[in-house]
């Protein structure tokens, strides 16, 4: 039930920008209701992310949005890289329309759009409240490790009213100058020196005389990047000192210029500038993400260069990664130590995107004798292998590494690695439909395999509880006696993937554990995370049914299932 203005709720999110809607909306889908504070009383109305890879599509996927933001988006085609006269150094070709994830590896968009197809769905979740034109004025935090709630005094910027909210968790996406990282006492890791640029977004109805692809300027004098964002929109990114930020910011005919290498012979009248701004781009990740039951997440958590265009796919990554964790703790299906796992996973990936497009950014514009060398260094090889072209065009994600829930063992190079995100190819229904393979998985955990299942491994299953998929090959039908349900691998993806073993999935789709091969090293593996999943607590017989008992067995049949 939807929780009444000033009373407890169990999460308060801070920010409706697409990280605190996505995250709101995944919570829904675990059952968990949640008000959302955001001080404008509208989306805002003018471009800022305009990138999304494959992986982040599966969010997306995951909360309903995926085929509405598909309808709008621009697959892009690729990336060229020029010099200052804008003669091509390399062109790196998309080639396949569809990467592993099953969409296309980078998608251009306007933020706008998606935060609309965003709303649109709240609208239809009684567990989200969203609270637009209100003002978050201040959080008090508990005392730590009293399990308390934090108290959140909140101003209707409209009637002036002013009440205090109670919750038992708050997920501050709340910007880079997060209110929620003041209130946690957390700072800023500096990772790059900051840089000045100057951003054009423009509306065309004529399309510009000029490659689709992404185009990057490595003008260390003046660095530039091109994007098509949409059938009539583009943007611009230049690199500009404050007086000509301010000559192009104040004198349109000085802006056109600026894009006159691309517009060509279009009529000016034809160009309506849509936006121009200056940026600061920064590369900075906060020391410290969660205190007790308060969470940064998005640009409150890290701020990341364009040069990789993963700023808003990092938000939307966080919230995916800590709501379904969120969520069992709230239903008492985990303890607390699981929310540990959030920032001991998501902290070092953010470092990681936000130092590869620092690197990046300088190896593409810096003026200095080094990076001129590696420039021609790269591109020399790059015109005679397809290492640099994979580099450039593939999903720079990293699997997690370390902590509880991503302990690699000695595991062979090849198959379901724990930490990894698992593929999604498309598969069929027994009924012959074509599906994608998230739709099959569900929202929760799910082991996926090629063959039988052991006694001990059903019981594990049921006591996640994990969704049971059976993978058939083409042209093999069920018989009937498969354990779950059954997808048809047309493409044989999943086959390839799974190396005739089975993976166990989280409900981010992140491989928990594997078997490759050796029947029950899944189960042998139990012990690494059956422990920080499990809830705390005994089960008495007739409690059953409750969901936080089967978890709280998960342990013990862990261990059982590994002895049997």
Known sequence: MTPAPGERTPVAIIGAGP???????????????????????????????????????????????????????????????????????????????????????????DQPELEHILRDLLKRQPLIRLHGDTEVLSLTLPPPGTGRSTSIRVKDLHSGAERTVHADAVLGCDGATSLTRQAIGSRHQVLGRPQHWFVIDVRCPIPLPVWEGV?????????????????????????????EAEAALTNRARALELLAPWTGTIPEHQLDVV???????RAQVADRWRQDRAFLLGDAAHLTPPFIGQGLGAGLRDAHNLTWKLARVLHGQSTEALLDTYERERRPHAVHLVRTAV???????SGRLAARIARRAGLAVGRHTALLSHAVLTTLSPAFQGGALARRTAAPARGPRPGELGPQPSVHTVNGDAVRLDDLLGDGFALVTCRPLTSGEIRLAGALPARILTVLPAGVQPTGKEDGACAIDTTGALHSWLKGGMALLRPDHVVLAAEHGKSGSLLESAHAWAQILASAGAVEEDDAANPAHGSARLETVAKAAVNA
Do not use: K
């Open 19 to 109: 990280v605190g809607l996505v995250a709101a909306l995944l919570l829904a889908r675990y059952g968990v209701p949640s008000e959302v504070f955001e001080r404008h009383p509208a989306p805002y109305p003018l471009p800022r992310a305009v990138h999304m890879d494959d992986e982040v599509m599966r969010i997306l996927q995951a909360v309903g949005a995926a085929d509405a933001f598909a309808a709008r988006s621009r697959p892009a085609l690729g990336m060229q890289l020029v010099d200052a006269q804008h003669r091509v150094l390399a062109r790196f070709l998309r080639d396949d329309p569809l990467g592993a994830n099953g969409y296309p590896q980078a998608n251009m968009f």
């Open 215 to 243: 185009h990057q300027v490595c003008d260390p004098a003046r660095p530039a990047t091109y994007m098509r964002i949409g059938e009539d929109r583009y943007r611009w990114e230049f690199r500009l000192n404050e007086e």
């Open 275 to 281: 936006r121009m701004a200056r940026y600061t781009f």
């Open 359 to 365: 690197l990046i950014g300088q190896a593409m514009t």
